[in-house]
């Protein structure tokens, strides 16, 4: 396959041909006996389109505006990966994802807490029941403080917690009789257990890592979007101030081909009808510039918005994407794309997520059959009227509990439950089956897309040039000598059609390009991952 014409050979502005070239053309004498006077209606004509020329040379040329801010779509793409909203709105996803993650593993360490009541009084009346049934109020005033601290860690394995706690409380007794009074639990391990039933920290140690590794590879994926919503804007514009470009040199003909015909009319080459034609031209010349400029007005203004620039921007038509080595334009292999998706990309993470979390259902409702949990605690305390006392002559304190409650007629409730949770499992799995078939598929098609998008390019390379060709030669034609209008016409649009095309088909170039970067979350260029240091990322 020829290798593609290089785009920026192509941004020349197309000119007309050299006067010396015209003078010679049109200075010829005439070899046809039937018209004598040919040479001489060339010179007219000649002679008409000299002030033409001389204006022509002195058009300004067109370029950027002070101030403007030159681009090309490597660095359109790295603004709008540090600038865009949609940019903010990722990063933002992944600080929560982040946070989530590092709350999760907190989880598992141990944890050190302290709680008190600083201070309780009551001075109130309160029911007292009699040893023999009665019922009486009797008046209490005290004053309390108590506080302990603890130190508790879960236990994954069996999905228990094991703590260690001391406390002290304290009591002052208002009125007749009444005193202070110490209570001390100088240490006491407790262990809360469920007993057959789902175990969630084993199931978090499962889910979690895995939920994060999608969330980091979502945000990859993400800024790759990013990425190729840059590319819409950028060419966008790119293809307005070309339809700009097209628009002014468009008017800048259909005037000067007005003249020509104006001169033709004069030596009655050409009819009235067709002058007037050539005038309807000149007109819509104008009309098609006002709204492109007005429609590169609005492109500029999306672009800067999206990268949240002020500054006017000029971009530049960029090179197809070149292999690591400089062996030319990029090839991908569909084995290779999709072993480096399956590698990076979320999906594979989000299909073993899915999977687990329609495990856990399951495993949940079977748990709700029955349930047993064992409480038991183990330690010391002590009473006294002063500190001291309340630390010494400790008694034993054990606390053992078995707490077991399950159903004896449900109706079926609990299996349905369970059937249900079951069934949505297998839905689950069908559906993930078909997603890892569409998966494929859809890197597949990309890769193929990619693939054969170099040779539309060089079709559209090579059709606006022969376009662009054919269009100059009837005009030259139609100056020296008889071109219908129509197919005049039909060779300006095809030749405006062919220079849009160039621009189209570039940016379907590299969009596919990215689509399978987002998806394969791998630079084809450099060879290598696309990876992000996540710390660096939530501390900025």
Known sequence: MNKAPSFLSLRREWGFAPLCGAVAT????????????????RLLILLSLLPIAISTKALPQRGSGEGALTLSLSECIAMARRQSVDAAVALGRLK?????????????????????????????????????????????????????LYVSQKIWPTGGTLSVETSLDFLHQSGTGGGNQFMSMPVALTLSQPIFGVNHLKWSRRLEPLRYREAQADFLSETEQVAMQAINHFFNLL???????????????????????????????????????????????????????????????ALQSFLDVEAEIEPIVPALPQRGS???????????????ALENNAHATTIRLRQLEADYSVARAKANRRDINLYAQLGYTGMADNISGAYRDLLSKEIISVRVSFPILDWGKRKGQRKVAESNREIEQAQLRKKAQEFKQEIFILTERFNNQAEQLRIACEADTIARKRYETNVETFKIGNISTLDLS????????????????????????????????????????????VERLIEH
């Open 490 to 533: 039909d060779a300006t649009t095809a030749k405006d059609q062919a220079r849009r095309d160039r621009i189209i088909e570039l940016k379907a170039y590299w969009y596919y390009y990215y689509q399978l970067r987002s998806i394969a979350l791998w630079d084809f260029e450099k060879n290598c991952d696309i990876t992000e240091d």
């Open 326 to 340: 400089g062996e030319g334009a990029l090839h991908l292999n569909y084995d290779d794309v999709l072993a480096h």
């Open 96 to 148: 929560s994802a982040y946070w989530q993650w590092r709350s999760y593993k907190a989880d598992l360490l141990p944890e050190v807490s302290f709680s008190a009541t600083l201070p309780s009084y009551n001075k109130r009346y309160t029911s007292y029941q009699q040893a023999d049934g009665g019922v009486s109020y009797v008046r209490n005033d005290y004053l309390g403080l108590d506080g302990s």
């Open 239 to 301: 293809l307005a101030k070309e339809q700009v470009g097209i628009a002014r040199q468009n008017l800048q003909k259909a005037e000067e081909l007005y003249e020509v015909a104006k001169a033709k009319r004069k030596m009655g080459s050409i009819s009235e009808n067709d002058v007037l034609q050539f005038k309807l031209n000149v007109l819509k010349a104008h009309s098609e510039l006002t709204t492109s400029e007005s429609e590169c007005q609005s492109c500029q203004f």
């Open 26 to 41: 049109f200075s010829g004498s005439s070899k046809d006996p039937s018209r004598p006077f040919g040479g001489v209606k």
